[in-house]
Nanobody, 125 residues
Framework: QVQLVESGGGSVQAGGSLRLSCAPSGVTVSRYYMAWFRQTPGKQREAVASITCDGLTRIIDSVQGRFTISKDNAKNTLSLQMNLLKPEDTAMYYC???????????????????WGQGTQVTVSS
């Protein structure tokens, strides 16, 4: 049974940093295509960053230079380092995973089979 558990969310002031972690069970991160999405009330869930089975990363323009996605294969975790946070980064952040390494389209929700419950990030001005 696959379960993804996010942690590391919280409340920070603009300019601050947070590091989100995703600890999966039933998933070996080195063999899974993984991503972080975020969602605010009333809006569609938005992809933030993805990382392929081989470790190739992609990140959306609005967080480029501020956010970094990474996998720690030894610890079997996925992380999202978020620096220089802005109020518009406020959202529920979700970890997503899929075993189809060959399937590209990193920013499509339908691409991912497994989802965590989310961790809230709130950035105040």
């Amino acid at each position: 049974q696959v379960q993804l558990v996010e942690s590391g969310g919280g409340s920070v002031q603009a300019g601050g940093s947070l590091r989100l972690s995703c600890a999966p069970s039933g998933v070996t991160v080195s063999r899974y295509y993984m991503a972080w999405f975020r969602q605010t009330p009333g809006k569609q869930r938005e992809a933030v960053a993805s990382i392929t089975c081989d470790g190739l990363t992609r990140i959306i323009d609005s967080v480029q230079g501020r956010f970094t996605i990474s996998k720690d294969n030894a610890k079997n975790t996925l992380s999202l380092q978020m620096n220089l946070l802005k109020p518009e980064d406020t959202a529920m952040y979700y970890c997503a995973a899929d075993s189809r390494c060959w399937y590209d389209n990193p920013y499509a929700e339908m691409r991912y089979s497994y989802w965590g419950q989310g961790t809230q990030v709130t950035v105040s001005s």
